[in-house]
């Protein structure tokens, strides 16, 4: 039976190498966007006809892309897949290789838990689920292993059915600290349907020139609410930073960095830009800023306190220094973890207030 790999990323190049070494015997690479004509001497093509459908397809990727991957695979005919923690499972040498492609990985610094403030941070957490959470993503990110593997949950990214949030909220005046291009506020459109709860209003913030314009078409399909978009960052003041923007992702970084990517952007606080608007509900997915747009926003949670969802993946300490940092602003949060990806990437802080 012919074998295709299908992605030629940084996880794929990682997989791929271990697979071939492994002895895997492999037809090409199958790849919708690389400029790359080979990887490890094999072709790059993209998906088409002239492909054999009966192959097994080794999908070399984060899974959160597994269902859209396949999906299309399907229509055209493939049905023989070997999913990302399937591969994993062949490949489960190379985790800690897999691991330097991740945000939070620092290679001259090897991540340590510092166990006073994992212990501080236990004790505001609300049930078992998420201190076993925590432990594990601490425990794997010291000790990369396929046995210290944390599973993603794959819930609805912010909106997780496990966390008792919807008590707390009647209608939702939602604001996106990285709002991209819509995929959130799609969401959150489905779980107000879901949950039947208004939609206020929406203020979304998006920096990147490229991803506004999406945003903005993806906004313009909602008509039954009130939207904002925000040309800029988010942090502790307003400023002026440097920001960079490339294919993979897009974060504020040191003022002193030399990056062909970067530029200057504005940036603002959210205490001086939405206190009028009351909002009660703040999510933050802005690339390890985290902590500096919540130290713009302490007077919002101390006044408000909004649900937060809060990304903690992006800074290695973000685990701990987060939560109790929320908690040192406003003590009258439920705290919650989720795991919702791969590796330990997409960890979410829930904070919701206590009723």
């Not at 940084?10 to 090409?28: A, D, H, P, Y």
């Not at 991803?211 to 002026?240: D, H, M």
């Amino acid at each position: 039976m012919k074998s295709y790999i299908y992605g030629a990323g940084g996880f794929s190049q990682v997989l791929t190498k271990e697979l071939l070494r492994q002895g895997l015997k492999v037809e090409c690479i199958i790849d919708k966007y690389t400029e790359k004509t080979e990887l490890y001497g094999l072709p790059i093509v993209r998906p088409s006809d002239e492909l054999d459908v009966n192959a097994k397809v080794w999908l070399a990727f984060s899974s959160y892309l597994d269902e859209e991957v396949t999906a299309e695979l399907t229509t055209m005919g493939f049905h023989d897949f070997m999913y990302f923690m399937d591969v994993l499972k062949v490949a489960k040498n190379c985790i800690p290789e897999l691991v330097k492609n991740l945000i939070w990985h620092r290679k001259d610094s090897p991540f340590r838990t510092d166990i006073n403030k994992l212990q501080e941070v236990e004790r505001l957490l609300s049930n078992q689920e998420s201190i076993d959470t925590l432990r594990g993503v601490s425990n794997f990110r010291e000790n990369p292993s396929f046995d210290n593997y944390v599973h993603g949950d794959f819930d609805t990214h912010y909106f997780s059915d496990n966390v008792p949030w919807s008590q707390s909220i009647e209608s939702f005046r939602f604001v996106d600290c990285g709002a991209f291009t819509g995929d959130t506020l799609s969401q959150l459109a489905d779980i107000s349907e879901k949950y039947n709860k208004k939609i206020d209003n929406v203020i979304l913030f998006e920096p990147e020139e490229d991803n506004r314009k999406k945003l903005i078409e993806t906004a313009s399909k909602y008509q039954s609410f009130q939207y904002y978009i925000y040309p800029c960052g988010v942090w502790k003041e307003s400023a002026f930073l440097t920001f960079s923007s490339n294919s993979s992702a897009s974060a504020i970084i040191d003022s002193n960095a030399e990056d062909a990517d970067s530029y200057k952007i504005m940036c603002i606080d959210i205490d001086t830009a939405l206190m009028g608007a009351k909002p009660n509900w703040i999510k933050m997915d802005i690339e390890g800023a985290e902590k500096e747009a919540i130290l713009g926003s302490k007077e919002i949670i101390k006044k408000y306190s909004p649900i937060l969802t809060i990304a903690i993946y992006h800074q290695p300490y973000d685990l701990w220094d987060i939560p109790l940092l929320i908690n040192e602003i406003n003590p009258n949060y439920d705290m919650y973890i989720r795991a919702h990806g791969d590796l330990t990437t997409e960890v979410v802080l829930y904070c919701v207030p206590k009723i």
